[in-house]
Nanobody
Framework: QVHLVETGGGSVQAGGFLSLSCAAS????????IGWYRQAPGKQRELVAS????????????VKGRFTISRDNAYGDGAKEPVYLQMNSLKPEDTAVYYC???????????????????WGQGTLVTVSS
């Protein structure tokens, strides 16, 4: 089973910056796409940024130019490369719980030919004060 573990987050004043990281672990899997969603109080969960296995990235309109998603190329096992979200020029409206998300193809004893599955991290709180 694949797991996502997030680190980072915290509190910052408007205009400041924070970074998040997310690492995947498990037995045999490959990442199709990985990224970040966020959910503010009383609102639906929304996509913030994503990056696919070929390196293509996408951003929500309200974070373009402020947030950057990237993956560390230092690891030989591509599936376990951490993904990072650098958040600059933070605004109070960026306050939310940020969740790491991945669509993975995993192979295990229960699914020896493999399957696609959505995996979520536990979430980390980002608070931006005005």
């Amino acid at each position: 089973q694949v797991h996502l573990v997030e680190t980072g987050g915290g509190s910052v004043q408007a205009g400041g910056f924070l970074s998040l990281s997310c690492a995947a672990s498990g037995s045999t899997f490959s990442i199709i796409i990985i990224g970040w969603y966020r959910q503010a109080p009383g609102k639906q969960r929304e996509l913030v940024a994503s990056i696919s296995s070929d390196g293509a990235s996408a951003y929500a309109d309200d974070v373009k130019g402020r947030f950057t998603i990237s993956r560390d190329n230092a690891y030989g096992d591509g599936a376990k490369e951490p993904v990072y979200l650098q958040m600059n020029s933070l605004k109070p409206e960026d306050t939310a719980v940020y969740y790491c998300y991945a669509n993975v193809f995993e192979v295990n004893n229960d699914f020896p030919t493999g399957r696609y599955v959505d995996v979520w991290g536990q979430g980390t709180l980002v608070t931006v004060s005005s």
